[in-house]
Protein backbone atom coordinates (compact mmCIF):
# COMPACT_ATOMS: atom_id res chain seq x y z
CA UNK A 1 0.00 0.00 0.00
CA UNK A 2 2.76 2.27 0.87
CA UNK A 3 4.76 1.73 -2.57
CA UNK A 4 1.14 2.30 -3.90
CA UNK A 5 1.01 5.50 -2.51
CA UNK A 6 4.55 6.63 -3.30
CA UNK A 7 3.93 5.75 -7.21
CA UNK A 8 0.67 7.71 -7.49
CA UNK A 9 2.44 10.79 -5.58
CA UNK A 10 5.59 10.30 -8.11
CA UNK A 11 2.84 10.76 -11.06
CA UNK A 12 0.93 13.53 -9.44
CA UNK A 13 4.26 15.55 -9.01
CA UNK A 14 5.14 14.59 -12.77
CA UNK A 15 1.64 15.13 -13.94
CA UNK A 16 1.99 19.21 -11.94
CA UNK A 17 5.14 19.83 -14.35
CA UNK A 18 3.00 19.24 -17.81
CA UNK A 19 2.59 22.67 -19.55
CA UNK A 20 -0.68 22.97 -20.41
CA UNK A 21 -1.37 26.62 -21.39
CA UNK A 22 -5.20 28.07 -22.06
CA UNK A 23 -7.54 30.96 -21.39
CA UNK A 24 -11.18 30.92 -20.57
CA UNK A 25 -13.08 32.94 -22.66
CA UNK A 26 -15.82 34.68 -20.69
CA UNK A 27 -18.57 35.20 -23.61
CA UNK A 28 -21.15 35.81 -20.69
CA UNK A 29 -19.40 39.01 -19.51
CA UNK A 30 -19.30 39.85 -23.18
CA UNK A 31 -22.90 39.30 -23.67
CA UNK A 32 -23.62 41.04 -20.73
CA UNK A 33 -21.52 44.73 -21.36
CA UNK A 34 -22.89 44.51 -25.07
CA UNK A 35 -24.83 47.01 -26.78
CA UNK A 36 -26.46 46.67 -29.75
CA UNK A 37 -23.59 47.84 -31.66
CA UNK A 38 -21.05 45.22 -30.60
CA UNK A 39 -23.12 42.38 -32.10
CA UNK A 40 -20.86 42.51 -35.00
CA UNK A 41 -17.44 41.90 -33.19
CA UNK A 42 -19.52 38.63 -30.66
CA UNK A 43 -20.66 37.59 -33.99
CA UNK A 44 -17.13 37.49 -35.18
CA UNK A 45 -15.71 36.07 -32.22
CA UNK A 46 -17.57 33.45 -31.34
CA UNK A 47 -19.79 32.69 -34.87
CA UNK A 48 -20.65 28.58 -33.50
CA UNK A 49 -23.06 30.87 -30.88
CA UNK A 50 -24.92 32.97 -34.02
CA UNK A 51 -27.08 30.87 -36.02
CA UNK A 52 -27.62 31.93 -39.95
CA UNK A 53 -31.10 31.42 -39.68
CA UNK A 54 -31.60 33.83 -36.66
CA UNK A 55 -32.07 37.39 -37.42
CA UNK A 56 -30.25 40.32 -35.80
CA UNK A 57 -33.26 41.69 -34.28
CA UNK A 58 -33.37 38.40 -31.79
CA UNK A 59 -29.90 38.91 -30.85
CA UNK A 60 -30.29 42.38 -29.90
CA UNK A 61 -33.48 42.02 -28.02
CA UNK A 62 -31.95 39.71 -26.18
CA UNK A 63 -29.02 42.21 -25.42
CA UNK A 64 -31.76 44.85 -24.02
CA UNK A 65 -34.26 42.33 -22.63
CA UNK A 66 -34.21 42.47 -18.67
CA UNK A 67 -34.74 39.28 -18.29
CA UNK A 68 -31.53 38.04 -19.58
CA UNK A 69 -29.73 41.10 -17.71
CA UNK A 70 -31.10 39.84 -14.60
CA UNK A 71 -29.77 36.26 -15.34
CA UNK A 72 -25.99 37.90 -16.68
CA UNK A 73 -26.35 39.96 -13.44
CA UNK A 74 -26.57 36.74 -10.77
CA UNK A 75 -23.63 35.16 -13.13
CA UNK A 76 -21.19 37.95 -12.54
CA UNK A 77 -22.13 38.32 -9.23
CA UNK A 78 -21.27 34.67 -8.19
CA UNK A 79 -18.44 34.35 -10.65
CA UNK A 80 -16.61 37.76 -10.51
CA UNK A 81 -13.69 35.83 -11.20
CA UNK A 82 -12.91 32.59 -12.35
CA UNK A 83 -9.77 31.52 -11.46
CA UNK A 84 -9.62 28.77 -8.94
CA UNK A 85 -12.02 26.74 -11.41
CA UNK A 86 -9.37 27.82 -13.90
CA UNK A 87 -6.65 25.74 -11.95
CA UNK A 88 -8.52 23.04 -10.62
CA UNK A 89 -9.32 22.56 -15.18
CA UNK A 90 -5.46 23.21 -15.91
CA UNK A 91 -5.04 20.16 -12.99
CA UNK A 92 -7.50 18.11 -15.06
CA UNK A 93 -6.12 19.35 -18.84
CA UNK A 94 -2.53 17.98 -17.64
CA UNK A 95 -3.79 14.45 -16.19
CA UNK A 96 -5.91 14.09 -19.48
CA UNK A 97 -2.42 14.73 -21.14
CA UNK A 98 -0.45 12.59 -19.20
CA UNK A 99 -2.94 9.61 -19.84
CA UNK A 100 -3.30 10.90 -23.80
CA UNK A 101 -0.63 12.16 -25.57
CA UNK A 102 -2.70 13.53 -28.06
CA UNK A 103 -4.70 15.49 -26.08
CA UNK A 104 -4.47 19.41 -27.32
CA UNK A 105 -6.11 21.81 -24.91
CA UNK A 106 -9.60 23.28 -25.72
CA UNK A 107 -11.24 26.31 -25.74
CA UNK A 108 -12.61 27.16 -22.78
CA UNK A 109 -15.57 29.66 -22.88
CA UNK A 110 -18.04 30.30 -20.36
CA UNK A 111 -21.89 31.56 -21.02
CA UNK A 112 -25.64 31.12 -20.34
CA UNK A 113 -28.25 28.97 -21.39
CA UNK A 114 -31.47 30.14 -19.97
CA UNK A 115 -31.06 27.42 -16.96
CA UNK A 116 -31.03 24.53 -19.45
CA UNK A 117 -29.41 22.16 -16.87
CA UNK A 118 -29.50 19.10 -19.26
CA UNK A 119 -26.62 20.66 -20.74
CA UNK A 120 -24.67 22.49 -18.13
CA UNK A 121 -21.33 21.57 -20.00
CA UNK A 122 -20.58 20.61 -23.24
CA UNK A 123 -17.39 19.03 -24.36
CA UNK A 124 -15.81 17.96 -27.42
CA UNK A 125 -12.64 18.15 -29.44
CA UNK A 126 -11.63 21.69 -29.32
CA UNK A 127 -13.84 23.16 -26.93
CA UNK A 128 -15.34 23.27 -23.51
CA UNK A 129 -18.77 25.36 -23.05
CA UNK A 130 -19.71 26.20 -19.34
CA UNK A 131 -23.14 27.02 -18.66
CA UNK A 132 -22.34 29.60 -15.38
CA UNK A 133 -26.31 30.45 -14.78
CA UNK A 134 -26.44 26.20 -13.74
CA UNK A 135 -24.39 26.62 -10.71
CA UNK A 136 -25.64 29.62 -8.58
CA UNK A 137 -26.08 27.58 -5.71
CA UNK A 138 -28.89 25.11 -4.91
CA UNK A 139 -30.51 27.50 -3.17
CA UNK A 140 -30.77 30.33 -5.90
CA UNK A 141 -34.17 31.56 -6.30
CA UNK A 142 -33.98 30.54 -10.42
CA UNK A 143 -33.46 26.94 -9.25
CA UNK A 144 -37.17 26.83 -7.09
CA UNK A 145 -39.30 24.77 -9.99
CA UNK A 146 -36.16 22.83 -10.32
CA UNK A 147 -36.53 18.92 -7.90
CA UNK A 148 -34.28 19.43 -5.52
CA UNK A 149 -32.04 16.36 -5.80
CA UNK A 150 -31.02 18.12 -9.35
CA UNK A 151 -30.66 21.49 -7.92
CA UNK A 152 -28.27 20.11 -5.19
CA UNK A 153 -25.95 19.73 -7.92
CA UNK A 154 -26.29 23.28 -9.46
CA UNK A 155 -23.29 24.35 -7.41
CA UNK A 156 -19.34 25.89 -8.51
CA UNK A 157 -17.87 22.88 -7.00
CA UNK A 158 -19.49 21.11 -9.83
CA UNK A 159 -18.14 22.22 -12.95
CA UNK A 160 -14.80 20.14 -13.08
CA UNK A 161 -16.26 17.15 -12.72
CA UNK A 162 -19.28 18.00 -15.11
CA UNK A 163 -16.52 18.52 -17.07
CA UNK A 164 -14.28 15.33 -16.84
CA UNK A 165 -17.35 13.77 -16.96
CA UNK A 166 -18.21 15.42 -20.48
CA UNK A 167 -14.22 13.89 -21.19
CA UNK A 168 -15.03 10.04 -20.10
CA UNK A 169 -17.46 9.60 -22.07
CA UNK A 170 -15.50 10.59 -25.24
CA UNK A 171 -13.07 7.84 -24.30
CA UNK A 172 -15.92 5.48 -22.94
CA UNK A 173 -16.60 1.98 -25.24
CA UNK A 174 -19.15 -0.79 -24.62
CA UNK A 175 -20.62 -3.20 -27.10
CA UNK A 176 -23.57 -3.58 -25.00
CA UNK A 177 -25.46 -1.70 -22.13
CA UNK A 178 -28.68 -4.42 -22.06
CA UNK A 179 -28.39 -5.84 -18.04
CA UNK A 180 -28.34 -3.87 -14.95
CA UNK A 181 -24.36 -5.07 -15.10
CA UNK A 182 -23.66 -3.51 -18.07
CA UNK A 183 -25.42 0.11 -16.40
CA UNK A 184 -23.16 -0.01 -13.16
CA UNK A 185 -19.80 -0.54 -15.13
CA UNK A 186 -20.53 1.71 -17.93
CA UNK A 187 -21.27 4.50 -15.20
CA UNK A 188 -18.46 3.02 -12.87
CA UNK A 189 -15.89 3.80 -15.61
CA UNK A 190 -17.29 7.57 -15.83
CA UNK A 191 -16.60 7.51 -11.95
CA UNK A 192 -13.22 5.70 -12.18
CA UNK A 193 -12.33 8.00 -15.09
CA UNK A 194 -12.69 11.17 -12.43
CA UNK A 195 -10.95 9.40 -9.70
CA UNK A 196 -7.68 9.63 -12.01
CA UNK A 197 -8.41 13.00 -13.45
CA UNK A 198 -9.05 14.40 -10.52
CA UNK A 199 -8.14 13.09 -8.12
CA UNK A 200 -8.37 16.42 -6.15
CA UNK A 201 -11.85 16.24 -6.02
CA UNK A 202 -13.43 14.36 -3.11
CA UNK A 203 -15.45 11.24 -3.87
CA UNK A 204 -19.13 12.89 -2.83
CA UNK A 205 -18.21 15.53 -5.63
CA UNK A 206 -16.89 13.00 -7.96
CA UNK A 207 -20.89 10.98 -7.57
CA UNK A 208 -22.36 14.48 -7.08
CA UNK A 209 -23.79 12.95 -3.49
CA UNK A 210 -23.08 15.03 -0.19
CA UNK A 211 -20.57 13.81 2.20
CA UNK A 212 -23.41 12.68 4.55
CA UNK A 213 -24.81 10.57 1.00
CA UNK A 214 -21.66 9.12 0.21
CA UNK A 215 -20.94 7.74 4.17
CA UNK A 216 -24.29 6.32 3.91
CA UNK A 217 -23.39 4.48 0.60
CA UNK A 218 -19.93 3.16 1.91
CA UNK A 219 -21.61 2.11 5.61
CA UNK A 220 -24.11 0.03 3.35
CA UNK A 221 -22.44 -1.18 0.71
CA UNK A 222 -22.69 -4.87 1.67
CA UNK A 223 -26.43 -4.86 2.53
CA UNK A 224 -26.79 -2.98 -1.54
CA UNK A 225 -24.78 -5.65 -2.70
CA UNK A 226 -26.68 -8.52 -1.02
CA UNK A 227 -29.92 -7.06 -2.31
CA UNK A 228 -28.84 -6.82 -5.91
CA UNK A 229 -27.56 -10.79 -5.59
CA UNK A 230 -30.34 -12.13 -3.33
CA UNK A 231 -32.94 -10.96 -5.90
CA UNK A 232 -30.44 -11.63 -9.39
CA UNK A 233 -30.78 -8.13 -10.36
CA UNK A 234 -27.69 -7.84 -12.16
CA UNK A 235 -27.88 -9.61 -15.09
CA UNK A 236 -31.51 -8.98 -15.64
CA UNK A 237 -32.54 -6.77 -18.67
CA UNK A 238 -35.91 -5.48 -16.64
CA UNK A 239 -36.20 -1.62 -18.12
CA UNK A 240 -37.43 -0.57 -14.53
CA UNK A 241 -34.02 -0.97 -13.26
CA UNK A 242 -31.97 1.66 -14.54
CA UNK A 243 -34.62 3.42 -13.20
CA UNK A 244 -34.44 2.64 -10.11
CA UNK A 245 -30.72 2.38 -9.89
CA UNK A 246 -29.16 4.20 -12.29
CA UNK A 247 -30.95 6.97 -13.14
CA UNK A 248 -30.85 10.81 -11.24
CA UNK A 249 -33.79 10.41 -8.64
CA UNK A 250 -34.32 11.77 -5.32
CA UNK A 251 -33.47 8.27 -3.99
CA UNK A 252 -33.08 4.94 -5.35
CA UNK A 253 -36.03 2.23 -5.15
CA UNK A 254 -35.17 -1.29 -2.98
CA UNK A 255 -39.41 -0.83 -2.43
CA UNK A 256 -38.11 -1.26 0.96
CA UNK A 257 -38.13 1.24 4.36
CA UNK A 258 -34.36 2.00 3.49
CA UNK A 259 -35.72 3.48 0.40
CA UNK A 260 -35.98 7.59 1.77
CA UNK A 261 -32.33 7.40 3.53
CA UNK A 262 -30.73 5.89 0.54
CA UNK A 263 -29.11 8.65 -2.30
CA UNK A 264 -30.16 7.78 -5.82
CA UNK A 265 -28.31 6.44 -8.04
CA UNK A 266 -26.78 3.40 -5.88
CA UNK A 267 -25.87 1.20 -8.95
CA UNK A 268 -23.86 3.95 -10.11
CA UNK A 269 -21.97 4.26 -6.67
CA UNK A 270 -21.66 -0.03 -6.76
CA UNK A 271 -20.83 0.09 -10.50
CA UNK A 272 -17.60 2.70 -9.61
CA UNK A 273 -16.57 0.24 -6.71
CA UNK A 274 -16.11 -2.74 -9.36
CA UNK A 275 -13.95 -0.81 -11.92
CA UNK A 276 -11.95 0.15 -8.49
CA UNK A 277 -11.45 -3.06 -7.36
CA UNK A 278 -10.87 -4.00 -11.01
CA UNK A 279 -7.93 -1.24 -11.37
CA UNK A 280 -6.56 -2.56 -8.12
CA UNK A 281 -6.29 -5.99 -8.83
CA UNK A 282 -4.97 -6.02 -12.77
CA UNK A 283 -3.22 -2.75 -12.62
CA UNK A 284 -4.64 -1.69 -15.77
CA UNK A 285 -4.12 1.58 -17.45
CA UNK A 286 -7.13 3.82 -17.39
CA UNK A 287 -7.42 4.53 -21.12
CA UNK A 288 -7.94 0.40 -21.36
CA UNK A 289 -10.42 0.25 -18.48
CA UNK A 290 -12.27 2.57 -20.39
CA UNK A 291 -12.65 0.44 -23.58
CA UNK A 292 -12.68 -2.58 -21.23
CA UNK A 293 -16.24 -4.92 -21.61
CA UNK A 294 -18.48 -5.34 -18.64
CA UNK A 295 -18.28 -8.82 -17.98
CA UNK A 296 -14.64 -8.84 -17.95
CA UNK A 297 -14.09 -6.15 -15.82
CA UNK A 298 -16.72 -8.10 -13.33
CA UNK A 299 -15.19 -11.11 -13.50
CA UNK A 300 -11.17 -9.77 -12.66
CA UNK A 301 -12.15 -7.42 -10.09
CA UNK A 302 -12.95 -10.19 -7.67
CA UNK A 303 -15.22 -7.55 -6.18
CA UNK A 304 -15.85 -7.55 -2.53
CA UNK A 305 -17.83 -5.28 -0.99
CA UNK A 306 -17.21 -3.36 2.04
CA UNK A 307 -18.53 -4.93 5.79
Given amino acids: MFLSCDEESKVEKEIATIDIDFTVERFDKAFFEAKSKDLPKLKGAYPFFFSKHVPDSVWIHRINDTLQHQLLTEVQQEFPDFSSTKEDLKSL ?74 Y ?23 LYFKDVMIPFKTDAEKIGYTEAQIKWAEANESQIW ?39 RLGQYLGWQIVKAYAETTGEDIMKIMQTEPEEIFRKSKFKPKK
Avoid at 173 to 184: A, G, N, P, S
Fill in 226 to 264: SYFIEKELLYSTDPKLPNRFIADAPFSKFYLELDNQSPG
Fill in 168 to 190: AKKYIFQTHRKTLLDEMIYFGKL
Fill in 93 to 166: FQHLKYYDKTFNSPRVITLTNDVAYRDKTIVNDSLVLIALDNYLGEDHEFYQNISMYIAANMQKHQIVPDVANG
